[in-house]
């Protein structure tokens, strides 16, 4: 298996960006993709996941209001839509693959995660 992250960038304080994460060589719905962020000193937080089995997501309380989750199947593909983006925001964002119910656990990570490499947000003017 493999995830390809893209997206990133350099955004002004309350503008959008959308990540992509592409993942090869899985078996159709039997996983969950998610995104995980890690700002500069800080601890690495779930983000947001969705299944690719049955739709279910999860989102951080914190911006469940500003980002969204959603799936292309065809493309096996997931996006994290972000709006109203916040310096705070800045962050590396991985992609990360695990089992299909993983947003009923909240998509904490675990030995079964599988990684893809990080793709850099930038807030800032």
């Known amino acids: 298996v493999q995830l390809q992250a893209s997206g990133g960038g350099l955004v002004q304080p309350g503008g959008s960006l959308k990540l992509s994460c592409a993942a090869s060589?899985?078996?159709?719905?039997?996983?969950?993709i998610g995104w995980f962020r890690q700002a500069p000193g800080k601890e690495r937080e779930g983000v947001a996941c969705i299944s690719f089995s049955d739709g279910s997501t999860f989102t951080l309380y914190s911006v469940s209001d500003r980002f969204t989750i959603s799936r292309d199947d065809a493309k096996n593909t997931a996006y994290l839509q972000m709006y109203r983006l916040k310096a705070e925001d800045t962050a590396v964002y991985y992609c990360a693959a695990d089992s299909p119910n993983w947003p009923r656990f909240g998509c904490r990570s675990g030995t079964e995660t599988l990684w893809g490499k990080g793709t850099l947000v930038t807030v800032s003017s």
């Open positions: 060589g899985v078996t159709p719905k039997s996983y969950t």
